[in-house]
């Protein structure tokens, strides 16, 4: 069975930090670029940071440069989302997400998606 599973949420006050993990099972990401997307309650869903299949492509929403950053480990058939300096706007549930090769930024070309993971961040 192919699955994606995220972890890392949770609550954290203004500036603080969390990671965040997407690991697969029932398959291998080596050939996947993994999507990260959010959605907060009454909002669409966003695209909030990508990383290609080789690892050497990696994309950012404008409201999270420089603040997030996501990296891969494929031994561990893992991804990560680093979030450093979280503001109350990015609350939401985080999902990741996984396709073929190479990014996109429509999340309607992503064939696999994890059930997702809240980040509330607030004091």
């Known amino acids: 069975q192919l699955q994606l599973v995220e972890s890392g949420g949770g609550l954290v006050q203004p500036g603080g930090s969390l990671r965040l993990s997407c690991a697969a099972s029932?398959?291998?990401?080596?050939?996947?670029?993994i999507g990260w997307f959010r959605q907060a309650p009454g909002k669409e869903r966003e695209g909030v940071s990508c990383?290609?299949?080789?690892?050497?492509?990696?994309y950012y929403a404008d409201s999270v440069k420089g603040r997030f950053t996501i990296s891969r480990d494929d031994a561990k058939n893992t991804v990560y989302l680093h979030m450093n300096s979280l503001k109350p706007e990015d609350t939401a549930g985080y999902y990741c997400?996984?396709?073929?090769?190479?990014?996109?930024?429509?999340?309607?070309?992503?064939?696999?998606w994890g059930q997702g993971t809240q980040v509330t961040v607030s004091s």
């Open positions: 997400a996984a396709r073929h090769l190479d990014c996109s930024s429509s999340s309607d070309e992503y064939d696999y």
């Open positions: 990383i290609s299949s080789s690892g050497g492509s990696t």
């Open positions: 029932g398959f291998t990401l080596d050939y996947y670029a």
